[in-house]
């Protein structure tokens, strides 16, 4: 477990995540800090709404000395009741819905929450081509999305009750690459194949650009190398300053 810690207005904050992602952590902890400039961010009712996700602060106390910790709703499970000290789950998408914005270049990212609905053909849910397309939210509370069935031949014959409405949490249990697109604007099209993103266009249906995943399998292999060559570096450096001691006691 990761553990970011940072202070805010002398309280000690800490945040945990099972994943590195201190680029994601350092820009939650950065608005809480900034959010707490307006509000006191330490009353037990406070909430924060950033991206996707919705966080709360919860004090703790260790040896007589208190702190606090970030937690998030607990997604997988019962997001509307209960909690988890864990926010992996919630930077990981934070982190998938700003590449995909940055990738394609969307300067407004229209925002929604895990809490916002979305319209599911139930048939869609275990098919392997699907398509997800945003359109005008019909009320508050519905990010207006839509996950249907690619080249769909009963399209717009389906009975009422072969739709779902359900919070864009669920898409974790069936699609959770479809995470991904949720803050992009109204008219967007992305398409499917299993868990993987094959296409991604705009509403005047202009294709955007997006991490594929051999993109993000390169990026990691990458990565990897980098962390080996440095730890590599590290050792050899190590070697010669034993050498060197050896040296000085002969």
């Keep these: 477990m990761y553990i970011f810690e940072t202070e805010i207005n002398n309280k000690k904050v800490k945040l945990y995540s099972n994943h590195p992602l201190k680029n994601a952590a350092t820009a939650l902890l950065r608005t809480l800090n900034q959010v707490s400039q307006k509000t006191n961010i330490f009353n037990p009712t406070f909430a924060m709404n950033y991206g996707w996700a919705r966080y709360f602060l919860n004090k703790r106390s260790d040896k ?6 970030v937690q998030t709703a ?14 992996s789950d919630a930077l990981v998408i934070q982190n998938m819905q700003v590449d995909t914005n940055m990738k394609a270049n969307v300067r407004r990212p229209e925002p929604t929450l895990y809490s916002d609905t979305i319209l599911v053909l139930k048939e869609a849910i275990d098919a392997p081509d699907v398509y997800l397309n945003r359109t005008e939210p019909a009320k508050n509370g519905d990010s207006g999305w839509y996950f249907g069935l690619l080249n769909d031949e009963r399209e717009g014959q389906h009975d ?11 898409l974790m249990k069936f699609r959770g690459e479809a995470l991904r697109v949720l803050q992009m604007p109204v008219g967007t099209l992305a398409v499917f194949h299993d868990n993987e993103m094959t296409a991604l266009v705009d509403k005047d249906d202009n294709p955007l650009n997006f991490t594929t995943a051999d993109d993000r399998k390169r990026a990691i292999a990458a990565k990897k190398a ?11 450096a190590g070697d010669d300053a034993e050498e060197k001691t050896a040296d000085g006691e002969e």
């Excluded at 607990?74 to 926010?87: A, E, F, G, H, V």
Aim: hydrophobic share 25%; net charge negative.
């Design 64 to 69: 007589n000395v208190s702190y606090y910790v």
């Design 74 to 87: 607990d997604y997988k499970n019962n997001p509307s009741q209960l909690r988890t000290d864990d926010c």
């Design 160 to 170: 009422n009750d072969e739709f779902i409405t359900v919070p864009t949490s669920e």
């Design 226 to 236: 980098a962390e080996a060559a440095e730890a590599e570096t590290g050792d050899a």
